[in-house]
């Protein structure tokens, strides 16, 4: 019996959609308390979770240990300090509140736009709320969470972009809004922002091939390698190094730059298949991620190619910016535990452009019918 059934049972008096709808109100609260008894326990000192290497220079940046920053979110914690609001517990608990409502609420409009399906909806926001990495960077001070925040707000302008009927005073807002976060994401992470004004960017000219996928992805390979061969990855490959990350826990310890142009591509496609997809395991963790994360993710996008006639331009979009992210920092990035927190950007897109799919084919089902 499932827990929806059971809660049915209770509410037998109100209609399906509306017990859909109190339904998500209960799952949102039932999984901020269970959260915020973590976020608890964790302060008291009774668990150990957060506390890593990252929040540690946050809070050190935040309260004037440290003085190079590195990224715009240590400088909002110290612009916090400095006005005397900051507190380490006060900005993880912040956190924990970002991920539980306002992320599940932003990732519901990026697809649904408050209607459609409601069990679709609720199993929408069943998978974000249990998201393993998303829980655990907002048990400290990390920046993930505020950056994802950053990036749902900007796949919602883009949304609003992509879904007007013609270019007026509103597209040109959205545009600006879009711009403003796209800015954002950059000082917040580099690699993000860039990925948000390629994919912008390149859109026009991908939305050739949006009808003809393979076309599509043969084209990408073919500019990775042309990009590759004329020198244009050769800073963000000397990043990486000839032989990986040779510090920083689990590595995979492959080198791109240097090599011969095929051996870039095996290597760059290994590279990609071991981090974007999770299949380099390592540990019970790895495996626990695996489970939840990459097979969700793996699972849908199978989904999406095989419905690939329901991807509309929106979800061509976020399907270019989850390829041009995860390009990105497959070529710079050799670590896999860094990788596991990295992906977030290019799962997320992928999941709105499955719920968007779904509900268009079921749709169109319901319409036959």
């Not at 990408?220 to 990486?240: E, K, T």
Request: net charge positive; charged share 10%; aromatic share 22%.
């Amino acid at each position: 019996m499932s827990l929806f059934t059971t809660w049915s049972r209770f509410v037998p008096q109100m209609k399906n959609k509306d017990q859909v709808h109190y339904f998500i109100i209960f799952i949102i609260f039932l999984a901020l308390f269970f959260r915020l008894v973590f976020f608890f326990l964790n302060a008291l000192g009774y668990i150990s979770l957060g506390g890593q290497s990252d929040a540690d220079y946050y809070d050190d940046y935040a309260t004037g240990v440290a003085v190079n920053a590195v990224n715009l979110w240590p400088v909002i914690l110290r612009w916090l300090y400095e006005m005397g609001i900051y507190s380490r517990e006060w900005v993880s608990g912040f956190l924990i509140i970002l991920s539980t409502l306002m992320i599940p609420l932003l990732f519901d409009r990026a697809f649904a736009d408050g209607e459609g399906s409601g069990k679709a909806r609720l199993v929408a926001l069943l998978g974000i709320l249990g998201y393993p990495t998303l829980f655990f960077y907002s048990l400290d001070v990390y920046r993930d969470v505020f950056m994802l925040f950053v990036a749902m707000l900007g796949f919602l302008a883009a949304k609003k972009v992509f879904s007007s009927p013609r270019f007026g005073l509103k597209v040109y807002f959205y545009m600006l809004l879009y711009c403003s976060f796209s800015t954002l994401a950059f000082y917040l992470r580099g690699y993000l922002g860039v990925a948000f004004f390629l994919s912008f960017l390149l859109f026009p000219v991908a939305k050739l091939t949006q009808n003809h996928p393979f076309v599509f992805f043969s084209g990408y390979v073919v500019a990775v390698v042309i990009s590759y061969i004329f020198g244009f990855l050769d800073p963000i490959l000397l990043y990486r190094g000839e032989d990986g990350f040779l510090t920083g826990g689990a590595t995979l310890g492959v080198g791109l730059y240097g090599r011969s142009a095929p051996e870039f591509l095996l290597l760059f496609v290994y590279s990609f298949v071991c981090q974007v997809l999770g299949l380099y395991i390592t540990s019970a963790a790895a495996v626990f991620v695996f489970v939840f994360e990459s097979v969700p993710f793996l699972l849908c996008l199978i989904f999406v190619m095989r419905n690939w006639r329901f991807v509309n331009g929106y979800c061509f979009y976020l399907m270019i910016f989850s390829l041009m992210y995860s390009t990105v920092w497959v070529l710079g990035n050799d670590n896999l535990g860094t990788a596991v927190r990295l992906r977030i950007f290019t799962y997320m897109p992928v999941f709105i452009v499955f719920f968007v799919v779904y509900m268009a084919k079921k749709k169109v089902a319901g319409a036959r019918q």
